[in-house]
Every structure is written in C-alpha cells, then in structure tokens.
C-alpha cells in the first residue's frame, strides 16, 4: 500500500507568481483534501476533490484552485502569490462514504519573498 | 456549525506522568473524531478515531480517547508520558455531507512538552 506523497519538498517563490503542487493519493482512496497550515496554526481546508469535481471549499479566495485526475491524483494552483500564502501545504487523501479518516503526505513548504 | 476547541496552546508534563489534553467540539450531526499528532517538521499521523462505535477509543502509542456526547468533548490521555510523546496534537470534527463531501475542521493545536 503506497502512502500519500507530495512534490515538491521545499518551493520559494516571488510574490505574484504562480505556484503548482502536487499530491499523489493513497492506493485505493479516491478523495483529496488540500490543507494550508501557517507557522504555529492549525491546518486550514482549502477545498476537496471527489470524482475529479470540488465538492467542498474552505474560506479561501479563487486563485486558489485546484485538479484531480482520473488515478486521483491531484494538484493545488495558487495565482498570483501573496506574502502571506508562505505556509506548509497538507495534501490528504480518504475514501469517500467512510468515517472521514484522511492519510496525510509530508506537505510542502512554500515560502513567498 | 462545526467547530473544534482545544482548550489548551501548550502542555507541560515530566516524564512519566499522566498526559490530558483536552477537546470540545460543536456539530449539528454526528460526527466523527479524530486525534493527530504532529512532530517538528513531519506530516500528520493519525492517534486514533471516534466514529459511532464504543465511546473510549484506544490508539497508538498508548493514548486513549473518551468520547463525552453530554459534554461535547473528546479529551486526550495517557497514563504515563515519554520523551518521544513531544509534539503538537491536533482534536479534528468530520460530519458526512451527500455527494462524498467530509466537512473537516482542525483545532489550533496543543503543544505537548515532556520534562526528562
């Protein structure tokens, strides 16, 4: 069973660029869930991805978007970079009609200068 | 409305003491509930999960959950803290919506210290 994983590791970007992340399921889990986790925070949910649709979407602004792809997996889009988007991003997959138990990847740092 | 409460920032215990953190929690259904552990620049393991079923959970590494529906709450323990134990936790809702969607919210974290 291959576990959740995320690329890259580390991205420093300038502000107003655009960023891609990517997210690669957990075997047989056909749900993303995207997470934005600043320095001393909790996780906050960006949105999820069930059958290659948004299907739930947190309090963030539509230049955060994102893609799931038939093998589930999936990718965060962030236009237009702010300063304050500098945090580490949880991808975290689960099946859907479950208990709502999510497997997390390691995350990726992004910082914006 | 869905909201998760972790009563305390930070933690201190010394080493083989009993470890309690604490968590209230809000939601119109019902729900499930999760404890995470997150150590210094790792992803997010799962302790363990209410979902339903017998009302004191068991998890990983010794911790335990008691799920409280009169209280709302859904507090931490452990009966005796080791070093490796240091690392942030984090108390999570889930409710089910139709069409697959899980409605997830975080608490803030409690940062747990162990004293040697």
């Known amino acids: 069973e291959t576990g959740v994983t995320q690329s890259p590791t580390h991205l420093i970007k300038t502000r107003g660029q655009q960023v891609t992340l990517r997210c690669s399921s957990q075997?047989?889990?056909?749900?993303v869930s995207w997470y934005q986790q600043a320095l001393g925070q909790g996780p906050q949910f960006i949105f999820q991805?069930?059958?290659?649709?948004?299907?739930g979407r947190g309090n963030f602004p539509p230049r955060f978007s994102g893609l799931q792809f038939p093998n589930y997996s999936s990718e965060l889009n962030v236009n237009a970079l702010e300063l304050d988007d500098s945090a580490l991003y949880l991808c975290?997959?689960?099946?859907?009609?479950?208990?709502?138990?999510?497997?997390f990847g390691p995350g990726t740092r992004l910082t914006v200068t | 409305a869905q909201s998760v409460t972790q009563l305390d920032s930070h933690v201190s215990v010394s080493e083989g003491t009993p470890v309690l953190l604490r968590c209230n929690y809000s939601?119109?259904?019902?729900?499930?509930l999760f404890w995470y552990v997150q150590h210094p620049n790792k992803g997010l393991q799962l302790l363990l999960k209410?979902?339903?079923?017998?009302?004191l959970v068991k998890g990983i590494n010794g911790f335990e959950a008691e799920f409280k529906k009169s209280e709302t709450s859904f507090h931490l323990t452990k009966p005796s803290a080791h070093m490796s134990d240091a690392a942030e936790y984090f108390c999570?809702?889930?409710?089910?919506?139709?069409?697959?969607?899980?409605?997830?919210?975080f608490g803030t974290g409690t940062k747990l210290q162990v004293i040697p």
């Open positions: 991805y069930y059958r290659e649709e948004e299907n």
């Open positions: 075997s047989g889990h056909n749900t």
């Open positions: 999570v809702v889930s409710d089910a919506y139709s069409g697959g969607y899980q409605k997830v919210t």
């Open positions: 939601s119109s259904y019902s729900p499930s």
């Open positions: 975290a997959s689960s099946l859907a009609g479950r208990d709502g138990e999510q497997y």
């Open positions: 209410y979902t339903s079923a017998a009302t």
